[in-house]
């Protein structure tokens, strides 16, 4: 039992069992948003409000815990930057990644979204005008070959091509928004930690869901819901939105963001074993194949950016 209680001791003072944590909870969105659906006839924009609603004092906390003398005071500058954050990275991204999983598995889900990489040297390059290098094209060439083999698997399972093809460019769709997201990140990681900008990117993103819902939505429905699809949404809400973003935070303060985003490389291997044993989605060899290159692929990426801290994984 002392030596149990020791060995935890050591991975929490090293960081590495923050980094697990934070990989397993953000895998495990995808199971809550699946769950969810299966529990009631809830749709997309209803479930992402209960989402971002359960997470806004979450996210309030965040940016209460995160202040201190060495704040630095918000521009209207600022303000308006972190609107555009939490409009791609937490709202658009979140919407569209839960369009696509009506249509697919949470495994190819995952491995879709995964790609953000790719996609964030893609930008950097548009913006500064530079080629990809060969090592760049090569690790992406593996990266898509991996989700088209992953695709052919869902194609056989998941009731028809055309809700499969749906389903993958919505996903598709959050990832490039949430590569767009993480891409201007930098700017403003110089002006506050990343704790603090997750709190605030996170509440305004709340703040614009919680709005698109009363426009578009009945608010009275919401107490027709069943039970389980408040359950999801709690846990999707704690486990897999606001505390996966403060254990990986403590991930890199102890571990670096090097070793951090290698342990977060963890999260498609854990969302396709959590399918399988939780939903009951099968694994094929085509999904196995599809996520050894896709991971291969986003390992030999070179980072876009060092300075950009790797809290920011937290994808929709």
Same mark, same amino acid.
């Given at each position: 039992?002392?030596?149990?209680?020791?060995?935890l001791e050591r991975?929490?003072?090293s960081?590495?069992?923050?980094?697990?944590?934070?990989?397993?909870?953000f895998?495990?969105?995808?199971?809550?948003?699946?769950?969810?659906?299966?529990?009631?006839?809830?749709?997309?924009?209803?479930?992402?409000?209960?989402?971002?609603?359960?997470?806004?004092?979450?996210?309030a906390?965040?940016?209460?815990?995160?202040?201190?003398?060495?704040s630095?005071?918000?521009?209207?500058?600022?303000?308006? #930057?972190?609107?555009?954050?939490?409009?791609?990275?937490?709202?658009?991204?979140?919407?569209?990644?839960?369009y696509?999983?009506?249509?697919?598995?949470?495994g190819?889900?995952?491995?879709?979204?995964?790609?953000?990489?790719?996609?964030?040297?893609v930008?950097?390059?548009?913006?500064?005008?530079?080629?990809?290098t060969?090592?760049?094209?090569?690790?992406?060439?593996?990266?898509?070959?991996?989700?088209?083999?992953?695709?052919?698997?869902?194609?056989?399972?998941?009731?028809?091509g055309?809700?499969?093809?749906?389903?993958?460019l919505?996903?598709?769709?959050?990832?490039?928004?949430?590569?767009?997201?993480?891409?201007?990140?930098?700017?403003?990681?110089?002006r506050m930690?990343?704790? #603090?900008?997750?709190?605030?990117?996170g509440?305004?993103?709340?703040?614009?869901?919680?709005a698109?819902?009363?426009?578009?939505?009945?608010?009275t429905?919401?107490?027709?819901?069943?039970?389980?699809?408040?359950?999801?949404a709690a846990?999707?809400?704690?486990?897999?939105?606001?505390?996966?973003?403060?254990?990986?935070?403590?991930?890199?303060? #102890?571990?670096?963001?090097?070793?951090?985003?290698?342990?977060?490389?963890?999260?498609?291997?854990?969302?396709?074993?959590?399918?399988?044993?939780?939903?009951?989605?099968?694994?094929?060899?085509?999904?196995?194949?599809?996520?050894?290159?896709?991971?291969?692929?986003?390992?030999?990426?070179?980072?876009?950016?060092?300075?950009?801290?790797?809290?920011?994984?937290?994808?929709a």
């Amino acid at each position: 039992m002392n030596s149990l209680r020791t060995s935890l001791e050591r991975h929490l003072q090293s960081g590495s069992l923050y980094a697990v944590l934070a990989a397993l909870g953000f895998s495990f969105k995808a199971i809550f948003v699946k769950l969810a659906y299966a529990a009631g006839p809830v749709d997309a924009v209803t479930l992402l409000a209960l989402r971002m609603g359960l997470s806004l004092p979450l996210f309030a906390w965040l940016v209460w815990a995160s202040r201190g003398a060495a704040s630095t005071p918000l521009t209207l500058g600022d303000g308006f #930057r972190v609107a555009v954050l939490g409009l791609l990275g937490y709202y658009l991204s979140s919407l569209f990644d839960f369009y696509g999983l009506q249509f697919i598995s949470a495994g190819l889900e995952r491995l879709i979204l995964f790609t953000y990489p790719t996609l964030v040297l893609v930008f950097q390059a548009i913006a500064l005008r530079e080629r990809p290098t060969p090592r760049t094209l090569v690790a992406m060439g593996l990266c898509y070959l991996g989700l088209g083999i992953a695709f052919v698997h869902d194609l056989g399972t998941a009731g028809g091509g055309h809700a499969v093809l749906v389903g993958s460019l919505w996903v598709f769709a959050s990832a490039v928004t949430y590569a767009l997201y993480y891409s201007g990140t930098g700017m403003m990681l110089k002006r506050m930690g990343s704790m #603090r900008m997750a709190g605030l990117c996170g509440s305004a993103s709340s703040l614009m869901v919680l709005a698109h819902y009363l426009l578009v939505a009945d608010v009275t429905q919401l107490a027709q819901l069943p039970a389980a699809v408040w359950a999801n949404a709690a846990m999707m809400a704690l486990f897999s939105t606001v505390l996966p973003i403060y254990w990986v935070a403590l991930a890199i303060q #102890r571990l670096g963001p090097t070793h951090t985003a290698a342990v977060g490389n963890l999260g498609p291997v854990l969302t396709m074993l959590a399918s399988w044993a939780i939903l009951s989605e099968a694994i094929s060899g085509y999904q196995i194949a599809g996520l050894v290159l896709v991971l291969l692929g986003v390992s030999r990426l070179k980072p876009a950016k060092p300075k950009v801290a790797e809290a920011q994984k937290a994808v929709a």
